[in-house]
């Protein structure tokens, strides 16, 4: 299968994937969005506390590179600032599916318009598919915008809910095809018309002369290894965990 748009070899983003397939976007200044995201993250880290620091990255692979480690509950979370309005939340949970959870009380607590987002057109920690979701408040109203393209083995799905975006090509959801109508390509194609940064990649509006904010549990759940049988062998059949 052609992979239409994954990071090309040489980049961070290739580099990194598929920790990379969502990046979850919060519109604002880095100092109101590491607010509100100290403020959630705290609340959902009850009891344990959270730890906050402000570091300077040249690139995007150092800023991955600084978490310790990869578990499914998210205990590190970096916040990049861009050259955009637009701040780009990464975790370092191994299902690399973004936080909706957190983009959902960015918006109904913090009024902060959100975007999670993933996409990928080759199977990686799941099966290929696409999904959005543009949310922010009118009034005390909150407003969504969802799109999702998913693969179940042979079978695809397609679903839309909510005020189509201006930025939005709805005329792509009537492909044939129900993969077609969501995809990479199309997927990063409106994040850029959003973010209104035509044609530039999110490593090229990485702004590093200013710092990322970067919170920590601090006492983070066990980091993941493979189930063992009863004979005390890992799934690979080895007696020993694969590398």
């Known amino acids: 299968m052609e992979t239409l748009t994954m990071p090309p070899d040489g980049t961070d983003?290739?580099?990194?994937?598929?920790?990379?397939?969502?990046?979850?976007?919060v519109e604002g200044s880095i100092e109101t969005v590491a607010a509100a995201i100290e403020v959630e993250l705290s609340r959902f880290a009850a009891p344990d506390k959270i730890t906050t620091s402000w570091l300077g990255f040249r690139t995007l692979g150092e800023a991955f590179a600084s978490a310790p480690c990869f578990i499914n509950v998210v205990s590190y979370t970096v916040v990049l600032p861009t050259r955009s309005n637009w701040a780009v939340i990464w975790h370092n949970s191994f299902t690399c599916g973004g936080y909706d959870s957190l983009c959902r009380c960015l918006t109904t607590r913090h009024n902060l318009t959100t975007i999670h987002w993933s996409a990928h057109d080759d199977w990686t920690t799941t099966q290929s598919g696409a999904c959005f979701i543009h949310r922010r408040n009118e009034g005390s109203q909150l407003v969504e915008r969802s799109v999702e393209v998913w693969q179940e083995d042979k079978r695809w799905g397609f679903r839309a809910f909510g005020p189509v975006l201006p930025e939005e090509q709805p005329t792509d959801y009537t492909a044939r095809r129900m993969r077609d109508r969501l995809s990479e390509k199309s997927l990063i194609a409106l994040l850029r018309r959003l973010a209104r940064s035509p044609g530039?990649?999110?490593?090229?509006i990485l702004h590093t002369e200013r710092p990322s904010f970067c919170?920590?549990?601090?006492?983070?759940?066990?980091?993941?290894?493979?189930?063992?049988?009863?004979?005390?062998?890992?799934?690979?059949?080895?007696?020993?965990?694969?590398?």
């Open 200 to 204: 530039r990649s999110l490593s090229m």
């Open 13 to 25: 983003l290739r580099a990194w994937w598929p920790t990379t397939q969502s990046l979850d976007l």
């Open 215 to 243: 919170p920590a549990r601090c006492r983070p759940r066990r980091a993941y290894e493979p189930p063992k049988n009863s004979f005390g062998r890992s799934h690979d059949g080895r007696g020993q965990l694969p590398a």
